[in-house]
Nanobody, 123 residues
Framework: VQVVESGGGLVQPGGSLRLSCIAS????????MGWFRQAPGKGREFVAG????????SYADAVVGRFTMSRDAAKNTVNLQMNTLKSEDTAVYYCAAAYRGGVSSDSGDYAYWGQGTQVTVSS
């Protein structure tokens, strides 16, 4: 199984970024997907998750209304559209996959992880 993130970078406060994640070597249609992030000196935290059907999404309170997660079954891909970015969104963002129907905010429920992509929000 391979999980690969892309799309990170440097953006000014108030700007937008779109992260993408491709998962291969697993049955994508049976996997729920999640995005987590880890800022310097802090633990890994849940950002967003999407069910295997794509019909249900869940977001951390800190990103509700600003981030949107979606999935494309044909491309084995999930995306995270991040708008109105703030300096506190600066972190390494990780994509993760789990063979489960519903979304979990617990990192321990995810078996497969990418290497992460850096997002820096700064003027």
């Amino acid at each position: 199984v391979q999980v690969v993130e892309s799309g990170g970078g440097l953006v000014q406060p108030g700007g937008s970024l779109r992260l993408s994640c491709i998962a291969s070597g697993l049955t994508f249609a049976r996997a729920s997907m999640g995005w987590f992030r880890q800022a310097p000196g802090k633990g890994r935290e849940f950002v967003a998750g999407i069910s295997r059907s794509g019909g249900y999404t869940s977001y951390a309170d800190a990103v509700v209304g600003r981030f949107t997660m979606s999935r494309d079954a044909a491309k084995n891909t999930v995306n995270l559209q991040m708008n109105t970015l703030k300096s506190e969104d600066t972190a390494v963002y990780y994509c993760a996959a789990a063979y489960r129907g519903g979304v979990s905010s617990d990192s321990g429920d995810y078996a497969y992880w990418g290497q992460g992509t850096q997002v820096t929000v700064s003027s």
